[in-house]
């Protein structure tokens, strides 16, 4: 069991704002004081570029950089040079659209997505098989809006390529039976781009045991800071694809007219790299792992579920993901547009998020223009459960008013 009043206590945010109910951790969490510290130490203390510096200072900016590549290996189990540095997901997933699909995917191909996709996850495939007469399948949804393996089948064949697919649906919650679509998609040759952008930092990730060939993810949503991702590839996958990104760093020999490249992780990660943030991010998997990913999962699925029930008893307001797998949930107050909804959450100092989520193709399958969502996270406690709850019916109550 995780000890929260302790908890509470890592994350500065909640000192400084005490009222604060934070369920918005979906979008980003919030980050823990040692995160912070770390960044404050490379800025303080270090502060100079990495890899290319002939001096003390610089060889300990490349040792904390490279450290934090190994602690994120660790935290996923893969090998050091699968793990290249992006700026978030989106980036990540973009890499891998922009390399793989540029040079693997031909006219006549299958990609297969789905309708819970963010759009990072589905845009990238839908320019790369508009550009080359690829064909993009989507898995037909389920009456709850999941995505099951026997609906997987129906669209997989042996044209089937690349499937780019989410592991934890960013608006319903719902995690992917990922692991006999990732055998099926094998199966055929086909190689599996999973946005784990919503499960990295709620469950025990290995990407050994999943074999996924590629994985994506975001620190600012798992206590790490802003602007740094991680995109997972196999070795093998990485070594054949070219980089995207051409400049400083990545280039091994350059002539007038041709260059060779770094072997991988670097030919992925031209320029300066984003040092301080991915040694926070090193620092954020070390206390995810003290945590405990099992704790972590355990205890938002609890407040999920405690959530969930006492909603049920709330008439006038519809909940759209049917059960709790993680710690989101997505709901509307009948007759109340969500970003309405949202100014009384914030009147309250309950931080919620309001909109389409960047998922609109989910969005327009519940037939909403927008929803609300709550999504818990390890320093959530029961007491936020009741303000939320609180929160929603005062909502209801205040704008049924006006109806
Ligand atoms: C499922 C999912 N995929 C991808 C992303 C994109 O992450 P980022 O904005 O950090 O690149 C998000 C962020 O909300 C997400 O929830």
Known sequence: MLDITKIKKDFPVLENNSNLTYLDSAASSLKHRKVIQALDNYYEKIGVNVHRGV?????????????????????????????????????????????????????????????????????????????KKATLKYVPLNQEGRITVEAFKSV??????????????????????????????????????????QSVPHMKIDVKDLDCDFLAFSGHKMLGPTGIGVL?????????????????????LVLKDNATYKDIPYKFEAGTPIIAEAIGLGVACECLEEYGMENIS?????????????????????????????????????????HDAASVF????????????CAQLITRWL????????????????????????????????FRQFM
Not at 103 to 127: M, Y
Not at 314 to 334: L, P, S, Y
Not at 346 to 357: E, P, Q, S, T, W
């Open 55 to 131: 001096y003390k200072l610089s060889y300990q900016a490349t040792d904390l950089y490279e450290e934090a590549r190994s602690k994120i290996a660790k935290f996923i189990n893969s090998d050091f040079e699968e793990v290249i540095f992006t700026r978030g997901a989106s980036q990540a997933l973009n890499l891998v659209a922009s390399s793989y699909g540029e040079d693997f995917i031909f006219a006549g191909d299958e990609v297969i997505t789905t309708e819970l996709e963010h759009h990072s996850s589905c845009l990238p495939w839908i320019r790369i098989c508009n550009k």
């Open 156 to 197: 997989l064949s042996e044209k089937t390529k690349v499937v780019a697919i989410t592991h934890v649906s960013n608006v319903m919650g719902y995690i992917t039976p990922i692991k006999e679509i990732i055998r099926l998609a094998h199966s055929v040759g086909a190689v599996v781009i999973l946005d784990a952008a």
């Open 232 to 252: 997972y590839g196999k070795r093998k996958l990485l070594e054949k694809m070219q980089p995207i990104e051409f400049g400083g760093d990545m280039a091994d």
């Open 298 to 338: 355990n205890h938002e699925h609890r407040l999920c579920q405690l959530a969930m029930k006492l909603l049920a008893n709330v008439d006038g307001v519809t909940v759209f993901n049917k059960t709790c797998e993680t710690g989101v949930i997505a709901f509307n107050i009948d007759g109340v547009h969500p």
């Open 346 to 357: 914030d009147k309250n100092d309950v931080c919620i998020r309001a909109g389409h989520h």
């Open 367 to 398: 037939g909403q223009v927008s929803t609300l969502r709550a999504s818990f996270y390890l320093y959530n406690t029961e007491e936020d459960v009741f303000k939320f709850v609180n929160t929603v019916i005062e909502a209801r109550d205040f």
